[in-house]
């Protein structure tokens, strides 16, 4: 409910241009995703590789990687609003036609949103609609890894570690609101494991950090397992646990905002902290 106001209070403190009835220049529909007819594109981005947190019931989010369409669509003069309850249902009929499922949807008939997923080849996109008097936007992700990019090498960690004392890694990944650790943080996990072999006296506290998105006392708890289920992946390479120790902070140490998707990616991470 409170991101729903948030995203209606957004739109309504940032009036139509009375003569912006075209395109934005550069920006064009998903080529998968036509429009609702009598709208024009007000604004797009696009990142070929991000994460964006979806909204699901009960307050609760879902964080997927990928790549990344945002596009603003705003209604025409002259055109007849069809009203928010159709916009959102359009799309999450297309969805659901094509396999998908709708994961959650608000509507009061003013302003409504949902969260659609449906199949991707072997993966699968995710897309949020919000619609209100006038305007929708579309929030869509089309699921894919890091294509085999390891974020840092066991030198790399090494060097920053000898400099700074600490760093932070952003490719170790959980299941959302678990510590159970996704298979595509294995690479990553390895280069910890090669960093501590290669220097038998490297001693470290793995510290996990939250958003602040939930309960804190839920994050400081989650944080705590999160970093003891690296540690025990570790120990399970051979590390010896002497040289580990797992710490929890949850949301207490941000290191952006967390009043944007951005900055809370950034604050969702593990460092190593040389001891």
């Given amino acids: 409910m409170k991101k729903r106001m948030m995203w209606v209070a957004w739109f309504l403190a940032f009036p139509l241009a009375a003569n ?47 790549r990344y369409f945002r596009i603003e669509y705003r209604l025409k003069d002259g055109q007849k609003d069809p009203g928010a309850t159709a916009i959102a249902r359009n799309f999450q009929n ?45 929030d869509i992700l089309d699921q894919k890894g890091m294509e085999q990019k390891v974020e840092v090498s066991a030198s790399e960690m090494l060097e920053a570690l000898n400099q700074n004392g600490s760093i932070a890694l952003y490719g170790i990944l959980f299941d959302t609101g678990k510590d159970t ?9 390895l280069e910890i494991v090669s960093l501590l072999k290669t220097n038998p006296n490297l001693k470290l506290s793995v510290e996990g950090h939250t958003d602040s998105q939930g309960q804190a006392k839920f994050n400081q708890v989650l944080s705590q397992k999160r970093a003891e289920s690296v540690k025990k992946f570790l120990v399970k390479k051979g590390v010896a646990q002497t040289r580990l120790s797992a710490k929890g902070w949850g949301d207490t140490k941000p290191v952006e905002s967390n009043q944007t998707e951005e900055g809370r990616a950034k604050n969702r991470r593990v460092e190593l902290v040389k001891k």
């Fill in 94 to 138: 297309a969805f659901q036609k094509k396999g998908g499922k709708i994961l959650y949807k608000y509507d009061d008939g003013t302003s409504a949103e949902s969260t659609l997923s449906m199949p991707l080849g072997k993966s699968e996109r995710w897309m949020l609609v919000r619609a209100t008097t006038g305007a929708y936007d579309l």
């Fill in 181 to 189: 650790i996704k298979p595509e943080s294995e690479p990553l996990l």
């Fill in 20 to 66: 912006a009835q075209e395109d934005e220049e550069g920006c064009k529909d998903h080529r998968d995703i036509p429009r609702y007819p009598g709208y024009y594109i007000a604004a797009c981005s696009e990142k070929d590789f991000t994460t964006f947190e979806f909204p699901l019931d009960n307050d609760q989010g879902e964080t997927k990687e990928g």
